[in-house]
Each structure stands twice: as structure tokens, then as C-alpha cells.
């Protein structure tokens, strides 16, 4: 197997199938004709993969699927309009008929609101564990309904980090998979497979793609997770859209039994409500993802010398990264995050919100809003922003603290950076 820097340039093209294009194309079409009838029959039964209508695949993004999923070491995946769109087909598709997922509180705002007041409302009940930091708390809300434990690999915004292979024995023990949102860290830092989660999500929007231009999601199957027939229905159940070349409905579990999440996901997700990512943003990932190793190497550098450098200013409560001081993870960023763990970080601003306004408006390489993994350095007021459908309680359960900013570190000079905050600083308090 080559190394993760040929896999992202390499991976899932061979120029001899696209007219010799050394660059992958854009195959700006919504649909695909289909030859003969003999062909389509070929075509309906899987026997042959390739285009038929784009919302349900497209060969720049399958492209985009082969590429990641060979990055993580997957057997497959399937790409989105958005990380949302993945998320929400992931806990859709597992608790079919009833079910529920038990997750940290410790996550993306959106995530965590949609977890607790949209998905239940479709019978996928999600149950946040107690302390997020003990397997234990997570065992304790396994109930005979539970189809998944679900964590964010970094969290966001405060990069906590997780025993992701214990919470991985916690889950193969109860028969059910782990899902793991890996956006913060993407394939670069981290390969969660390896580490023995079973689902990966991705909004590509963030690291993968990593310039700010594009919204995009993926979900990752391992193919190592057996999903029994008593917890799974959904996935043995036959049907007639993924038939045989005879006509003969198939589950499927019969189609592939190594990618049976992302098979019943492309044939009723993406045909039923679609979400399909468009070809050009998935050109436009790919770009990204040509670049992924060198970008992540700085933007780790970058944002570990900004929490050094706010370590010292009196004007900051805390500083929240692994490679803070005092952080918790010192271990689990060793064991898991050799290569650092992560650009995202957080640090709680001593001043009013008057203040941290002017903090902000005075700042001139941090641009003020909600995304983050851009090659531009990125600064947010998260409970007010990313976080803001949150109640108090929620806020607390989620380690969130009211005087929370967070940073996502690009790829400007790091001491440009620095300069920039500490003129700030002075700006607002004088010293
Ligand atoms: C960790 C994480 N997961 C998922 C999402 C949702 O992704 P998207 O905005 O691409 O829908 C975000 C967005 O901020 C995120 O930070």
C-alpha cells in the first residue's frame, strides 16, 4: 500500500479512463445515457459501476469517494452536499424503525442540536452520556434500542480527545458500531479505522477540502462491522431497486457485505432525499485534498504557537489544545495524534463582549466567522455563534464556557499571527 502522500494525489484515478485528463474532470452532467437496454440492466444491477444519474453518482465524485475512502483505509464511501447532510443520513439510517445513539455532548453546535430536538422527532432518540471522559458513562446508557456510540475524533471547539479504541471494545462488545466525526482531524492527522471506529464522517467543507470555498460531506464504511439481523433489519431487508440482472430483489447485505451502510445509504438516501454533491465541489475537494499533508503540518505548527504565546497574556482565563501546558490529553494526543492534534483551539477572553468585539474588529488576519480548516486563520465567539442554539445547561455539559473563543489556525506566518492578537490586546486592555 503506498503512503498517505501518493495516496492523496494518486488514489482512485487512472488518467487512461478520462481521455487522459492528468487532472481529474468535471463531468458537469445530470445524467448518464445508457447505451442499450442490455447495458442498463448491467447498470441497475451493479454489475457495472458507472454514471447513470448524478444524484446518485458521478465519476469526478467517485473520485472524490475512492480517493478518502483509500486514505482512511475504508472499504467505500459516499460523498454529500454537506457534513450535515452525512450526519443526518448516518443516525437516519442506523436507528430505522426506533433506535438510539448514545453520544458525547462535547460537539459541533449543529450536531448537538440537531441530536437533541431534530432526529427525535423521526423516532432516532439520542442519549448524551453523563462524563464523556468515562467508557463507563457511555455503557451505561446501552440499552437494547442502542445502534451506535457516536464522538467527534477532536472535538469542536475545545479539542477534547477520546480512548477511541476503548470506546471501539465498549461498542464491538454491545454489537453495535462506532460512528466518528473526524473533521477536525481528517485522514491526515488521524485514521480512525485503524484505531477500530466503523463509520467515519466528514464535513469536507472543513480540513479535507480546506479553502473555504466549498460545503461537502462524506461517510466512511470500515467494512470490518457486522450488523446483526436483530439490531439491523433494515440492512437484510430485499428490495427491488437493487436487484439482479434478473430481477430479483436484493438486500443489501447481498450486494456487498463489506459496504452495507453505504449501499443502503446510496440506494434510498441519495435517491429518496437526495443531498447529492454536485461534480465541481467535488473537483474542488479533490483540490483540497492534493495539499492536505503539507497545509496540516503547518496549520498544527501554527496553532501550537498560538497557545504558547496565550499561555502568557494575563488577559486569557484558559487555553484549550493538547498541546496546551495543562491539558488532560498529554496521553491520548501521544498515543493517537503523533503528528499533533489538530489547528483548532480555544481560549476563554477575560474581557466584557464590548470588549471582545473590539478585540475582534481590530484584528487584521483573523477573519471573524463560523467555519473552520481554511488556509485563512479564523476566530470565533462559539457560544454566541457555532454554539448559540445551546441553553446554559447544555453549554455546561458540553465544556463550553460563556467566555469561549475559538481559533482555527491557517496558514499566514505564525508570527504575523501572534503580532496581530497581541495588537489586539493592547488595543482593548492597554497592555
Ligand atoms: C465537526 C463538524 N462536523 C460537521 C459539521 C457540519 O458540516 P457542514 O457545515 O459541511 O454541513 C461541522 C461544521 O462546522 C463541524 O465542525
Redesign the pocket.
Known amino acids: 500500500m503506498a503512503d498517505f502522500d501518493t495516496l492523496r494525489i494518486r488514489a482512485g484515478y487512472n488518467s487512461a479512463d478520462h481521455n487522459y485528463a492528468v487532472n481529474v474532470p468535471i463531468y458537469q452532467t445530470a445524467s448518464f445515457d445508457l447505451g442499450s437496454i442490455e447495458r442498463a440492466r448491467s447498470l441497475w444491477s451493479l454489475e457495472e459501476a458507472a454514471g447513470i444519474y448524478t444524484r446518485v453518482g458521478n465519476p469526478t465524485v467517485s473520485v472524490l469517494e475512492e480517493r478518502i475512502a483509500a486514505l482512511d483505509g475504508a472499504h467505500g464511501a459516499i460523498a454529500l452536499a ?4 452525512a ?1 443526518s443520513y448516518t443516525i437516519l439510517a442506523l436507528t430505522e424503525g426506533g433506535g438510539n445513539i448514545i453520544a458525547s455532548q462535547s ?2 453546535g ?2 448537538e442540536d440537531s441530536f437533541s430536538h431534530f432526529f427525535p422527532r423521526f423516532g432516532a432518540n439520542i442519549k448524551f452520556v453523563k462524563d464523556r471522559f468515562d467508557a463507563a458513562s457511555f455503557e451505561a446508557e446501552i440499552d437494547e434500542k442502542t445502534r451506535g456510540i457516536y464522538i ?1 475524533t477532536i472535538s ?1 471547539p475545545n479539542a477534547e480527545l477520546y480512548d477511541i479504541e476503548e470506546l471501539a471494545d465498549l461498542a464491538h462488545r454491545y454489537e453495535i458500531p462506532l460512528i466518528v ?1 473526524n ?2 482531524a481528517t485522514p491526515y492527522l488521524f485514521n480512525p479505522i485503524k484505531h477500530g471506529a466503523d463509520i467515519v ?1 466528514y ?4 480540513g479535507l477540502g480546506g479553502h473555504g470555498n466549498t ?3 462524506l461517510i466512511l464504511e470500515s467494512g470490518n462491522f457486522t450488523y446483526s439481523k436483530e439490531k439491523f433489519p433494515q440492512f437484510y431487508e430485499k428490495s427491488y431497486k437493487i436487484r439482479t440482472r434478473n430481477n430479483e430483489p436484493r438486500s443489501p447485505y447481498e450486494v456487498d457485505n463489506k459496504g452495507v451502510l453505504l449501499t443502503h445509504l446510496r440506494a434510498f438516501y441519495l435517491e429518496f432525499i437526495g443531498a447529492a454533491i454536485s461534480p465541481f465541489d467535488a473537483f474542488l475537494i479533490l483540490q483540497g485534498v492534493d495539499t492536505i499533508s503539507e497545509r496540516l503540518n503547518k496549520q498544527v505548527r501554527n496553532a501550537e504557537k498560538i497557545v504558547k504565546y496565550l499561555e502568557q497574556k494575563k488577559e486569557v482565563a484558559w487555553v484549550k489544545h493538547p498541546s496546551a501546558s495543562n491539558s488532560p490529553y498529554k496521553a491520548l494526543a501521544e498515543k493517537y495524534f503523533p503528528k499533533g492534534a489538530g489547528a483548532l483551539l480555544s481560549f476563554g477572553f477575560t474581557g466584557t463582549e464590548e470588549q471582545l468585539d473590539k478585540f475582534f474588529q481590530h484584528l487584521k488576519y483573523f477573519s471573524y466567522h ?3 480548516g481554511d488556509v485563512r486563520s479564523l476566530i470565533v465567539n462559539s457560544p454566541k455563534t ?1 454554539h448559540a442554539e445551546l441553553d446554559e445547561t447544555h453549554l455546561k455539559n458540553a465544556g463550553i464556557e460563556t467566555n469561549t473563543v475559538r481559533i482555527s489556525a491557517g496558514l499566514e506566518n505564525a508570527d504575523d499571527l501572534i503580532a496581530d492578537l497581541e495588537e489586539a490586546f493592547i488595543h482593548v486592555f492597554g497592555t
Open positions: 454537506s457534513g450535515m447532510a450526519i460537539l459541533y449543529g450536531s467527534e469542536n466525526d473533521t477536525v464522517i464535513s469536507a467543507t472543513k460545503i461537502a460531506g463560523v467555519n473552520i457555532t
